[in-house]
Each structure stands twice: as structure tokens, then as C-alpha cells.
């Protein structure tokens, strides 16, 4: 085999893959669009928006407020589901589209507040209060601890019979 | 028979106005009298309220539409047994249902105490009174059920009207589960009054001791349970109902029946603190004021649609009543702690941080970590338009991000406490007992891991089960083993008996056990597949191991509905499964839509498909269908709570034993294996034996 017919085979290959790409490329620019449902990017975008129909408190990738002429979810969420996967077919990016609708609804579409200004607090208080209420057990262990190993040497005299007497209740205490 | 039902009201109004006056001056003048009398009108009041609500029964099942209330909710069409729960499909009826729910509570605790406790019932019955007077004053003067329809004359006189038919009830009520949900989560909501009078009691008297801990214990396990049986009975319906696939959605109606529970639990745990060492006698009062303001917080956002929930239809302006009521609790309970504070002065302290008792109190804490970060996501939308004039959502994906820890933690408590000793627990024992829990769970996660367990939140929860199931089962085998080598029975009659003789113990680690089994079944919604396709006769979706083909598409209809129904065979690796029929159903008198789901539901997973409607593009039949993996493990989860809640309420069985003379070898055993002790009750006389980490 010669160096040009191997040569000439490459190109052919090279051809080819070239030919496949082009042709896949086209495939992926024609084919027709996908709808909200069969894009998992669709999905998840569906389901990051507030379904705004007023009544369901759920998102518009999984409202559950029934009564719409399409049931399941209602026709708001549908029409919200719709525009998440037409924007994604149009190629915009996932903040784009979560801004386009925070423009036509205000903040009140995204499900996640946002975390700045005061509404940071709702991430934040969930998380502190229990931080909080941790330091505050800690803290009261801690001088009762602290008050139960001052307390023999100051205070006063046990006699065997009562620590006897202890002893027996704190075994009964144990046993029930 | 409207007056009637009114009369029977109004009276019973005045008898509770009466019970609750007569109360308070039967106490302050120490008149034995007054306050017996007090009691007896206490009871009487069940009596009158049965009085009305069978009157207005007798409206729903006579068709009798000349009620404003029974016109709104019923018609000729509907079954009978929904005629009987169309009572409390709205405002009135719901009200008068909560009221009379709440005097069978009043009426059984006023009853089986009154020759118990004669210092602590006058203050008991006053406190009931003073709950129920609220309600019957909304049932009286605010919302009536009992409203007639009238219509004016060309001369403008008002004259008496009937509807020849009635609007028919909400489609969305129009299901078994609907009958039961209600009633199971008005006998927890008002349940809970039942704990709250004792506490605010045995505050106001100085009622010494425990003595309301024990008497409540068994009230609190009946309220929790029906509030845990109506919290899962209405995220089944939802399920089963709303066609949307899952089961919780974090609505604010939800959240609101989650709440007390969730301190509920804290309650029933931290009760254990106070019986056996004395300790959080302040926690455990505020614990119970706190589910019961809950309770009533939790009715005030149904009814006031503050909050946009997918309950809106039970909004009235009625919200200010209960806000005001809620406010009134609030003070007198504030009231009565800061009066007598120096009354719940602890006996004992915390010794150790690894004790049974730091369990509890972490198990307290995170408990109410869960029901701070649920009423606060509910309510921070309220807040933030308040403070910023601007409207933000709290939606599921916070509650999720912020709960799943917590309640992980949760779980992960739920193993740790029962392995830990009171008092202190040694480093020895420590290792004794969580060595092989532990493995037990990092095996179960291998295998899950194996299995396609790979997100983190799944594997974790995983993990935790299997140590909280081996904590459990180690807990029976130790107990169940000594009294098997004791008594010389086989293992499983030990278990038995071991569990008949410590039920409240016992039947609490089948709550535990319950628990997993929902945690289990919530884990697997991180698997959950969907599709949705529109289909003609002949075509096929496939979502996991199945295929469905359409075979026809029909519209059966009867006098209450249309319908359009899809007929599906379901093929699996080929072979023909099963049929399936979902459905929607439009309803003739109301106009409303219903999804009828049809679900194939096997412990594995469940086949869950939705007849979603027409396409408004192309007008054909859309089909989604799920495939939600162990979604039945948390129905199966709530079985079991229910059964360990009676458990744990049955008195145990102390049989009359003698133990053995000499040191039995295998008690002593168990003695030194540490454990967390033998579960043997110490029989009457003798000396009671030390076990390390015993405990209930």
C-alpha cells in the first residue's frame, strides 16, 4: 500500500466524518422542537418558577391546582411550562429565562427567595435559630455542671442512709 | 327543624358560658357545688351540639334545601354516605363538626375524671368551657349553619325560600378518603385542647408532681395519632386525587396540620424527661400551650386565606375571630407561667451530654428546628410583604432544601436515643451498642449504592434507616433473648410478651419502626420518572420497564358527571399485565373537573397514570404517566404508626413473677452486656435490679 493511496483514504475518511457532522449538525438545527415534557432542561427550568395561577402555592413544573380545562396542571402552569421550552429551544441560558419571567411577574415567580436584602433571612433564620437554641442547651449544661460539681463541697453532709435512700430511688427511676 | 338545630346551638352556647363561669366562682369560693354543677353543664353541652348536628343531618339526608348551607354543598344526585360528610365540606358545617368533635373530648374527660383529681377538674372543666365557648360562639353568631333562604317580595317583605336543588358538593371532596381525612385531623386538632387543659390546670392549681403528665399521656398519643392519620390520610388523597403525581406539595394548609404533630412528638418525648428525672417542666408546658395555639393557627390559615393555598375553598373573613382568639391564649398562658414559673423549678439536671436525656433534648431541639423552619417558610411571605411592600414565594424546593437535613438528623436521633443510657452512657456501652447498628447501615447503603442509591440525600437517609431498623431489632432480641432463656419459650412468644409487658416502650420503637418506613418511601421520590405523550388508538408510551398502549377512548357518563376515559393495556418485557382506566370527570351541577388516576401500586413502585385532558393544540388525548418508586412504604409506614400508637397506649402486663433466686445466668448476661438493659418489669417487693441504660 502507498503512501498516497493511504493518503487519499484519509481524505476520504476525513470526508466522511465531515459529511456526518455537517449532516448531524443539520439534524439537530432542523429537527423539530421538543415540547416542555420531553426536555429534561425544560423540566428543571419548569420546576425553578412559582406556577402564578394564584391558587396552587406550587411550582409551575409540578402545580397540581386542578379545575383548568387541562387538568393536572392548571392552564397557567401549562402556559408557563410552554414558554420555559420554547425559550429553551431557542437556545436562551437558564438565567436568562428565570430573569425573563422575574421581569413579567417580579420576584415573587421563583420559588427559592432570593438570598439578599431582608428575604435573606428566610435562609438564614432556619438555620441560626437551631445554632441558637443549640448554644443556649450548652450553655445551661454547662453551669449545671458546673453548679453539681461545686455543690459537695460546700454544701452539706450526706448521711449514708439518704445517699442509701438516693441510690434505691435512682434504681427504681432506672427500672421503670 | 331549623329551629330546632338553632335552639339546640344557641342552649348549648349558654350551658358552656354557664359551665365556664360557674367554674371559675365555684373555684374561688371553694363551693363543691358550683364547681360539680360547672362539670355536669360541661358535659351536657356534647349533648345539645349532637342535638344540632343531627338536626342538620337530617337536612343533608332529606334533600331539604331550604338551608343556605345544605343548598351549597348537596344535591339530590348525591351518594348518601357523602351526604353525611357534605357537614363539614364548608365554613359552618366544618365549624359545627370541630365543635362537636371537641365535646366528645370534653364530655369523655370531664366524665371518666369525676371522682380523679377533685383539686386539678374545676380548673380542667374551666379551661375546656372557655375553648368551647369561642367555637359555639362562632357556630351561634358568626357562622351559622343553620342560615335559612329566604327571598323578598315585590314589596320587598322576605319570605321564606327552598331551592329545588342544591349546587352539589366540591367534586374534590367526592371521595372515600374525604369522608375520613377531616374527621382524623379535627380529632387530633381538637384533641390537643384535651393536654392543654390539664397543663394550664396543674399550672393555676400547683397541682404537685407529674401527676397531669400521667394523666394526659394517653389523651396526647390519641390526638397525635389522629393528627398523624389525617396529615397522611390527606397527602393520600392528594395523591390519589389531585392526578399530579405526588403526595406533598408544601401547601400552607399542609404545613399547618404538620405543625402540631411535629410538637406533639417533641411533647410525647420530652414528657419521658420530666417522669424520670423531673426535668423540662417549663419546656413541657410551653410544649403543650405551643401545639395547641399551633392547632388553632393551623384552622385560622384554612379559613383565612392569608396565605394562597390549594384549600381556598374555605376562606371566610372569619381569620380575625381566630387571630383574636389566638391572641387571648397567648396572654392567658403567658399569664399563667409568669404567676407560677417558681412551680416548674426542675429537681433534677442533665449530668452528662451523652445521656438519654441530651438525646431527648436534641431530639427536642431539632423537632423544633422542623416546625420553626416550616411555620416560618409558610409565613415569610406574609412577613416580607409586610416589611418590604414587596410579594416573594416560599416554594417546595426551600422547603425541601431547609427539611431534609433536619429531618435526616431526625432519623438519625431516632436510632441514637434508644441506645443511650440515663444519666450517662460509657464509652464501653457505647461501642457495644452502635457497633453493629452501624455496620448494619453501611451495608444497607452499599447495597443501595449498588442498586442506583447515588444521590447524596437518598444514600444518607439509606444509611439511616438500616442503623435506625438495627437499633430496633437489637432492642427486641435483647429484651426478647433473656425472657426466651428465663422462660424457656421460643424467640417469638418472648418478643411478644416482652412487648406486653413494656407497651408504651415497645410500641414506641414500632413508631420508630413506622417512621423509617416513611422516611424509606419519601427517599425514593428522588427516583420518580414521568412522561407525558399525546396518544392515538394504537399508540404507546414506554417510562421504565413498561409500555402502555392506548386501546380506545370512551365517555362513560352518569347523572352526576361526563366523562372521558382512556382504556390501556399495559405490556411488561411483552407480556400483557394488566388494564388500566384513568379518567376525567366532569361534574354537571357544579362545572368542576376531577382527575380519576389510575394507579398500579406494588411495594416497588407505583404505575401512576393520568388522563391529562385534550391537547388545545391537536385535541388529542394526553396521557402522563409516573413511575414513583416505594411510594406504598409510606402508607405502609402509616399503618404501622397507628398500630404502635395503640400498642403504646395498651396498659401493660405486669404478670405476678417471682425472679429466680440465684443470679440467672442470662439475665446477668444481659446485665453485663450492657445493653440498654432488660425490658422485665421488677415484680412488687423485691429488690429492683440496676440496668444500665433502661429506659422507656
Keep these: 500500500m502507498t503512501d498516497a493511496t493511504t493518503g487519499t483514504k484519509h481524505k476520504n475518511l476525513a ?39 394564584g391558587g396552587c402555592n406550587d411550582t409551575a413544573g409540578t402545580c397540581n391546582h386542578t379545575g383548568g380545562a387541562f387538568s393536572g396542571p392548571c392552564d397557567t402552569a401549562k402556559a408557563m411550562q410552554k414558554e420555559v421550552a420554547q425559550r429553551v429551544d431557542r437556545g436562551d441560558s437558564d438565567d436568562l429565562i428565570l430573569q425573563s419571567f422575574v421581569q413579567e411577574y417580579g420576584p415573587t415567580v421563583l420559588p427559592d427567595p432570593p438570598k439578599k436584602g431582608f428575604t435573606w433571612l428566610v435562609w438564614i ?16 449544661v454547662r453551669r449545671w455542671r458546673r453548679r453539681v460539681a461545686l455543690g459537695p463541697a460546700g454544701g452539706p453532709t450526706i448521711s449514708p442512709e439518704l445517699l442509701d435512700r438516693a441510690r434505691r430511688e435512682a434504681d427504681r427511676e432506672s427500672d421503670e | 327543624m331549623d329551629i330546632f338545630g338553632s335552639f339546640a346551638l344557641l342552649l348549648a352556647f349558654l350551658v358552656t358560658v354557664y359551665a365556664f363561669i360557674a367554674g371559675i366562682v365555684g373555684i374561688l369560693t371553694r363551693r363543691t357545688l358550683l364547681t360539680k354543677s360547672a362539670r355536669n353543664a360541661g358535659m351536657a353541652v356534647f349533648g345539645l351540639i349532637t342535638l344540632a348536628v343531627a338536626s342538620l343531618e337530617y337536612f343533608f339526608f332529606t334533600d331539604d334545601f331550604s338551608l343556605a348551607y345544605v343548598a351549597a354543598h348537596s344535591n339530590h344526585a348525591l351518594p348518601l354516605y357523602y351526604k353525611f360528610s357534605a357537614l363539614w365540606a364548608g365554613q359552618e358545617g366544618s365549624l359545627l363538626w370541630w365543635s362537636w368533635l371537641l365535646s366528645i373530648y370534653v364530655f369523655l374527660a370531664l366524665f371518666l375524671n369525676r371522682k380523679r383529681h377533685p383539686e386539678l377538674m374545676p380548673y380542667v372543666g374551666v379551661t375546656l368551657a372557655g375553648v368551647q365557648t369561642f367555637f359555639l360562639l362562632l357556630n351561634n353568631f358568626v357562622a351559622s349553619p343553620f342560615h335559612v333562604l329566604a327571598s323578598a317580595d315585590s314589596a320587598g317583605v322576605m319570605h321564606l325560600a327552598r331551592m329545588s336543588e342544591g349546587t352539589g358538593l366540591n367534586p374534590l371532596l367526592q371521595y372515600p378518603e374525604m369522608v375520613i381525612h377531616p374527621p382524623m385531623l379535627y380529632l387530633g386538632y381538637t384533641g ?23 394523666i394526659t399521656r394517653r389523651w396526647t398519643m390519641v390526638a397525635w395519632c389522629f393528627q398523624g392519620i389525617g396529615v397522611l390520610l390527606g397527602a393520600h388523597w392528594a395523591y390519589a386525587v389531585l392526578g399530579w403525581g405526588g403526595y406533598w406539595a408544601w401547601d400552607p394548609v399542609e404545613n399547618a396540620a404538620l405543625l402540631p404533630w ?23 408546658v410551653w410544649l403543650v400551650f405551643v401545639t395547641f395555639m399551633l392547632c388553632i393557627l393551623g384552622t385560622s390559615l384554612t379559613r383565612t386565606g392569608i396565605v394562597s393555598s390549594v384549600h381556598a375553598f374555605a376562606e371566610s373573613s372569619i381569620g380575625g375571630w381566630f387571630f383574636g382568639f389566638l391572641g387571648i391564649i397567648l396572654v392567658v398562658c403567658l399569664a399563667a407561667w409568669y404567676k407560677n414559673r417558681d412551680y416548674l423549678r426542675s429537681d433534677n439536671q442533665l449530668d452528662s451530654l451523652v445521656s438519654r436525656e441530651s438525646s431527648f433534648l436534641f431530639n427536642n431541639l431539632i423537632l423544633l428546628a422542623a416546625c420553626f423552619a416550616v411555620l416560618w417558610g409558610t409565613l415569610f411571605p406574609v412577613i416580607s410583604e409586610w ?32 441506645l443511650l443510657a440515663w444519666r450517662k452512657t460509657s464509652v464501653d456501652a457505647l461501642q457495644r451498642n452502635f457497633a453493629w447498628p452501624l455496620v448494619g447501615g453501611l451495608i444497607a447503603g452499599a447495597v443501595g449504592f449498588a442498586f442506583g442509591f447515588r444521590s447524596f440525600y437518598p444514600l444518607v437517609c439509606l444509611i439511616l434507616s438500616g442503623f435506625v431498623m ?69 399508540q404507546s408510551l414506554t417510562i421504565g420497564p413498561y409500555t402502555i398502549l392506548c386501546q380506545n377512548f370512551d365517555q362513560p357518563s352518569n347523572e352526576n358527571y361526563e366523562s372521558d376515559r382512556a382504556t390501556l393495556e399495559v405490556f411488561r418485557n411483552g407480556k400483557s399485565q394488566m388494564m388500566l382506566y384513568p379518567e376525567r370527570r366532569l361534574f354537571r351541577t357544579s362545572g368542576v373537573t376531577e382527575t380519576i388516576v389510575a394507579n398500579e401500586s406494588t411495594p416497588v413502585h407505583d404505575l401512576y397514570v393520568v388522563y391529562a385532558g385534550r391537547s388545545p393544540d391537536t385535541n388529542l388525548p394526553v396521557i402522563h404517566a409516573y413511575l414513583n418508586p416505594l411510594v406504598k412504604w409510606i402508607w405502609f409506614g402509616g399503618i404501622v404508626m397507628v398500630l404502635g400508637t395503640c400498642l403504646a397506649m395498651v396498659p401493660d402486663r405486669r404478670a405476678a413473677m417471682v425472679l429466680r433466686p440465684v443470679a440467672d445466668r442470662s439475665w446477668g448476661d444481659a446485665i453485663a452486656q450492657g445493653g440498654s438493659g432488660s425490658p422485665l418489669p421488677s415484680p412488687a417487693g423485691s429488690a429492683p435490679v440496676r440496668r444500665p441504660g433502661s429506659h422507656d
Design chain 2, 262 to 284: 411535629i410538637t406533639g412528638t417533641a411533647f410525647l418525648h420530652s414528657v419521658m424527661m420530666q417522669e424520670k428525672r423531673g426535668m423540662m417542666k417549663v419546656w413541657n
Design chain 2, 192 to 214: 390537643f385542647t384535651i393536654p392543654f387543659a390539664f397543663a394550664m390546670a396543674a399550672l393555676l392549681a400547683r397541682y404537685p408532681g407529674e401527676k397531669w403528665i400521667h
Design chain 2, 470 to 538: 438495627l437499633t430496633i431489632g437489637s432492642e427486641f432480641y435483647r429484651g426478647a433473648r433473656v425472657m426466651r432463656s428465663r422462660d424457656g419459650t421460643n424467640l417469638l412468644t418472648a418478643v411478644g410478651e416482652l412487648t406486653m409487658r413494656n407497651t408504651r416502650r415497645y410500641g414506641g420503637y414500632v413508631v420508630h419502626f413506622a417512621m423509617v418506613l416513611i422516611f424509606v418511601g419519601i427517599a425514593g421520590s428522588a427516583f420518580n420518572q414521568d412522561i407525558q405523550k399525546e396518544l392515538k388508538v394504537g
Design chain 2, 387 to 418: 416589611v418590604t411592600g414587596s410579594k416573594i414565594s416560599v416554594g417546595p424546593p426551600f422547603f425541601n432544601k431547609v427539611n431534609v437535613p433536619i429531618a435526616l438528623f431526625l432519623l438519625f436521633l431516632t436510632g441514637v436515643g434508644p
Design chain 1, 125 to 140: 433564620a432556619p438555620v441560626a435559630a437551631p445554632l441558637l437554641a443549640l448554644f443556649l442547651i450548652w450553655e445551661l
Design chain 1, 15 to 53: 470526508t466522511r466524518a465531515g459529511a456526518a457532522l455537517l449532516f448531524a449538525a443539520m439534524f439537530l438545527v432542523l429537527a423539530p422542537h421538543s415540547r416542555a415534557d420531553d426536555s429534561p432542561r425544560a423540566k428543571v427550568l419548569s420546576k425553578k418558577v412559582m406556577c402564578m395561577c
